[in-house]
T-cell receptor
């Protein structure tokens, strides 16, 4: 069965520091993964998807099939990055991880 | 183009009451779904629909009913509310189940 694991419920970093939000998946097949973000009092929105290999708001994520991971990274965190981040695996439906609440401290 | 619209935004129910959470989308998406969001649990799929007239259960369907009479609307019914159903509910739509999902703003439900 497909599964998405985000091991960190809470993550705090200082402004300007690098940040990495971990995501591991279990899926039999070639996965296509998403990262969603939910800013305070806003709806969930797609941040990026691995297939596009793009950088959004300075964030990147690389699919590592050997480690079955899709970690989200940003070299220099900003206070406005504080949000809840969800990793998601689309197959027949979207399966979400449990989320990581990122707080960027001034 | 409003996207996905959910009503109401907030609701307080007494145990045993019933209610319907409304969801409408104007993007002509075939796929719609309902999730509940609980602390530490992430988003869990309640029910989903791949098109008008077709619905199926997700991970946590007990206590909820859905119907899909039109492409645009996908209401979620709580038959007899229980405190365990206190949560934030999100409706989403997408072209297919494995494409980008667009979310509503959520409904915060409290059952007392």
């Amino acid at each position: 069965a497909q599964r998405v694991t985000q091991p960190e419920k809470l993550l705090s970093v200082f402004k300007g520091a690098p940040v990495e939000l971990k995501c591991n998946y279990s899926y039999s097949g070639s996965p296509e993964l998403f990262w969603y973000v939910q800013y305070s009092r806003q709806r969930l929105q797609l941040l990026l998807r691995h297939i596009s290999r793009e950088s959004i708001k300075g964030f990147t994520a690389d699919l590592n099939k050997g480690e079955t991971s899709f970690h989200l990274k940003k070299p220099f965190a900003q206070e406005e990055d504080s949000a809840m981040y969800y990793c998601a695996l689309p197959s027949r439906q979207l399966t979400f991880g449990s989320g990581t609440q990122l707080t960027v401290l001034p | 183009n409003a996207g996905v619209t959910q009503t109401p935004k907030f609701q307080v129910l007494k145990t045993g009451q019933s209610m319907t959470l409304q969801c409408a989308q104007d993007m002509n998406h075939e796929y719609m779904s309902w999730y509940r969001q609980d602390p530490g649990m992430g988003l869990r799929l309640i029910h989903y629909s791949v098109g008008a007239g077709i619905t199926d259960q997700g991970e946590v369907p007990n206590g909820y009913n859905v119907s899909r009479s039109t492409t645009e609307d996908f209401p979620l019914r709580l038959l007899s509310a229980a405190p365990s159903q206190t949560s934030v509910y999100f409706c989403a739509s997408s072209i297919q189940g494995n494409t980008e999902a667009f979310f509503g703003q959520g409904t915060r439900l409290t059952v007392v």
